[in-house]
Structures are given as C-alpha cells and as structure tokens.
C-alpha cells in the first residue's frame, strides 16, 4: 500500500505541579496516489504523564517526547489493528517506527516553524508550520 504516515505531537505541562505532562501524539495515513488506498486517516491519542518530584527538568522533556510518544503509538497502533480488522477489507497494520527519529524530525519543523513566526502571531505560526511540513515532504 502506497501511503504517508505523518506525525505530530504538542506537549502541555499542569498548571500547578512541574512534573505532570499532557502529550497529544497525531498520526495521519495518507495516500500517495491519486487513487483511494484503503484507508486515510487522521487520528490522535491524548496521554497523562506524571515524572518523580526530582526529576530534572531535561530528563522530563526528553522522556515526555521519546517515551511518551513511544508509548502512545504503541497503543494507537493496536487500536487500530484491532478496530480495523472488523472492516471488510484488511486490518491496517501500521509500520514500527524509530521514534527518536520520529521526534527529531517534529522538533526541526517546529523549530523551522517558529523561526519563520513574523510579528504577526498563532495564525501565521500555524502557516509557516505546514510550510515546514510541505518542504519536508519534498
């Protein structure tokens, strides 16, 4: 099957208390070819993460991203497997990824993205975000 799997994450820190973490993981399968492949899809899974109290603020963001999104994959992984495999045609099997390449890859085009930030604010961040989304893909 001729297809894109794209990837994207944010991650949140609570409010009050340094060490819990909000990871929202995005995977998308999109098709290469002009023709429908079996299936296209844009899903996201949401994970709470809690570090101990002294953990160092560099451990934290390294884990959040890498383990995080690693876990979170995992799990969207066999959700999907499993829910696809109901449907008449095949069950989709997403590939095992590197994530830490995964991650490298997302945190250059969010670094892209906001060196590209004008003075104008968000809504030119998000343009300038699929700008760097659309050059790597090239």
Same mark, same amino acid.
């Given at each position: ?58 451990? =934290?963001?390294? !884990? ?11 799990? !969207? ?14 069950? !989709?099997? =997403?590939?095992?990824?590197? =994530? ?39």
């Amino acid at each position: 099957v001729d297809v894109d799997y794209l990837f994207d994450y944010d991650v949140a820190r609570h409010a009050t208390e340094r060490n819990r973490f909000r990871l929202a993981f995005r995977v998308g399968v999109k098709s290469k070819t002009p023709t429908p492949v079996d299936y296209s899809l844009d899903c996201e899974i949401v994970g709470l993460f809690r570090f101990p109290e002294d953990s160092t603020e560099e451990t =934290m963001q390294g !884990l959040i991203r890498l383990n995080g999104c690693t876990i979170l994959y995992g799990i !969207l992984r066999g959700q999907l497997a499993n829910i696809t495999g109901a449907f008449p045609r095949q069950k !989709l099997i =997403m590939p095992t990824v590197m =994530m830490e390449e995964v991650v490298n890859e997302i945190e250059r085009e969010k670094a892209q993205a906001r060196e590209a930030i004008p003075s104008g604010g968000r809504r030119s961040a998000k343009k300038a975000a699929k700008q760097a989304k659309s050059r790597a893909k090239k």
